[in-house]
T-cell receptor, first 114, second 111 residues
Framework: NAGVTQTPKFRVLKTGQSMTLLCAQDMNHEYMYWYRQDPGMGLRLIHYSVGEGTTAKGEVPDGYNVSRLKKQNFLLGLESAAPSQTSVYFC?????????????FGNGTRLTVT | SQKIEQNSEALNIQEGKTATLTCNYTNYSPAYLQWYRQDPGRGPVFLLLIRENEKEKRKERLKVTFDTTLKQSLFHITASQPADSATYLCALNTNAGKSTFGDGTTLTVKP
């Protein structure tokens, strides 16, 4: 099984450009999450989804949008990229709620905004 | 405000020794605590979960303790090996359903 797959692995954007990060999981998990990881700040939750067609805001949602049209996919969009969004983005999924189920992470997308 | 602190950013030990990593928290009442391992360029990988009513959990060379009075979890790796070198993250989980992560401790095990 592939587990959680993120595309692309690397991306460079100019300020103001838009892009979509794709996360796909093949474990039939209900819950999916988008985190960003910055040096010295750990993993911070951007948005999450508790099932197909649902999304909710996390700790740092501003500047991002998400969609969960299919159970296996969770998309993260940046409508107008800013240098502050330079980060490594991780997608994760769990079978149940994160508090009692381990998170399965992808290997990240490294985004640089110039 | 809520805060999670993992001991020193870096920990260096000799092969064969026991590595002890600390996760302290304030203004939380976590129901669960998880530990993850992260290698450079990779996503975190789940290691262990411990519940608030459990004092200790073991898995092979790994041991986790959870003291809700001290608001602290200790993560031990016994008989450490160079392959154990990685960054270790603790994550607190309340019954609200979301995980909050510490910044991580980078462990280096020297041969």
């Amino acid at each position: 099984n592939a587990g959680v797959t993120q595309t692309p692995k690397f991306r460079v954007l100019k300020t103001g450009q838009s892009m979509t990060l794709l996360c796909a999981q093949d474990m039939n998990h209900e819950y999916m999450y988008w985190y960003r990881q910055d040096p010295g700040m750990g993993l911070r939750l951007i948005h999450y989804s508790v099932g197909e067609g649902t999304t909710a805001k996390g700790e740092v949602p501003d500047g991002y949008n998400v969609s969960r049209l299919k159970k296996q996919n969770f998309l993260l969009g940046l409508e107008s990229a800013a240098p502050s969004q330079t980060s490594v983005y991780f997608c994760a999924s769990t079978a149940g709620q994160a508090y009692n189920s381990p998170l399965h992470f992808g290997n990240g997308t490294r985004l640089t905004v110039t | 405000s809520q805060k999670i602190e993992q001991n020193s950013e870096a920990l260096n030990i000799q092969e064969g020794k026991t590595a002890t990593l600390t996760c302290n928290y304030t203004n939380y009442s976590p129901a669960y605590l998880q530990w993850y391992r992260q290698d450079p360029g990779r996503g975190p990988v789940f290691l262990l979960l411990i519940r608030e009513n459990e004092k200790e959990k073991r898995k092979e060379r790994l041991k986790v303790t959870f003291d809700t009075t001290l608001k602290q979890s200790l993560f031990h790796i016994t008989a450490s090996q160079p392959a154990d070198s990685a960054t270790y993250l603790c994550a607190l989980n309340t019954n609200a359903g979301k995980s909050t992560f510490g910044d991580g401790t980078t462990l280096t095990v020297k041969p």
